[in-house]
Each structure stands twice: as structure tokens, then as C-alpha cells.
């Protein structure tokens, strides 16, 4: 469905000390890194899309996080969503809403929801019913 999702950031070095973290222990594989660029990408599984990208907004303007705006991260186990929020709240980020069920949403829903050190909005969703 998507061919990429792209962040803007700020500080590129800062947002690679949030990012490299969080990917990892959502299992997707760093792609490919430029500082001199800036950007950088990771990658599900085999072939080479989707990608989540995070660099310098390419207009040259500062980066700002969009109202409304969020990226959500799918993750096979709830543990994932407890680990990623974990993660990102230890590398500079910062809460939206603890991990927990969203009934709301549907039976099985668990998420959890913050912000990059740029205001970038993002989720970590489980769809799973637990065990």
C-alpha cells in the first residue's frame, strides 16, 4: 500500500539516537544512512518497500511535527508495545498515552502513543489478542 513514510527531523544525529532503538525492537532493518544527506531509512522484511524514512525536510524549512498527524508501527506482540513506548520515553521522547488496551478501537487493541524529540507524533499497535 505505501512506498514510504517520511519524518521530518531537526536534529538528525539526535532523531538516529531515537530511531536506531525503536526499530530495532520493532524488527525493522535499518536500509540506509546519510549523514551528509541527512537521512535515513528501515525496512520490514524482504523486498524493499515499505520504508520509514526520518532526514532533513528536503525544502530546506524547519522540521514540524503536523496536527493530526501520526505514523503508527504495527507490532506482532504486546510486550513490543510496552518495550518501544520504554524506549522511546528513555531516547528523548516524549508520552501520549501509556501502553495499554484501546477498547474503543476493537477488543484486541494495545497501543501506545508518543512524540519523537521533534513533536512527531507516533504509535505502537498490537491487533492480537494476548498469549
Known amino acids: 500500500m505505501f512506498s514510504h513514510v517520511f519524518l521530518g527531523v531537526g536534529d538528525f544525529e539526535r532523531a538516529l539516537a531515537f530511531y536506531r532503538p525503536l526499530m530495532s525492537a520493532l524488527g525493522l532493518a535499518p536500509r540506509f544512512c546519510?549523514?551528509?544527506?541527512?537521512?535515513?531509512?528501515?525496512?520490514?522484511?524482504?523486498?524493499?518497500?515499505?520504508?520509514?524514512?526520518?532526514?532533513?525536510?528536503?525544502?530546506g524549512q524547519a522540521a514540524s511535527a503536523g496536527n493530526g498527524?501520526?505514523?503508527?508501527?504495527?507490532?506482532e506482540r504486546r510486550a513490543q508495545v510496552d518495550q518501544a513506548?520504554?524506549?522511546?520515553?528513555?531516547?528523548?521522547?516524549?508520552?501520549?498515552?501509556?501502553?495499554?488496551?484501546r477498547p474503543e478501537y476493537h477488543a484486541d487493541y494495545y497501543g501506545a502513543?508518543?512524540?519523537?524529540?521533534?513533536?512527531?507524533?507516533?504509535?505502537?499497535?498490537?491487533?492480537?489478542?494476548?498469549g
Open 69 to 75: 498527524a501520526m505514523v503508527a508501527f504495527l507490532a
Open 113 to 130: 502513543y508518543f512524540r519523537d524529540p521533534d513533536g512527531n507524533k507516533l504509535c505502537v499497535a498490537c491487533h492480537a489478542a494476548e
Open 85 to 101: 513506548h520504554a524506549l522511546a520515553l528513555a531516547h528523548g521522547g516524549s508520552d501520549e498515552g501509556a501502553p495499554g488496551l
Open 34 to 59: 546519510d549523514p551528509a544527506r541527512p537521512w535515513a531509512g528501515w525496512q520490514a522484511g524482504p523486498g524493499t518497500r515499505p520504508l520509514f524514512v526520518i532526514g532533513q525536510p528536503f525544502d
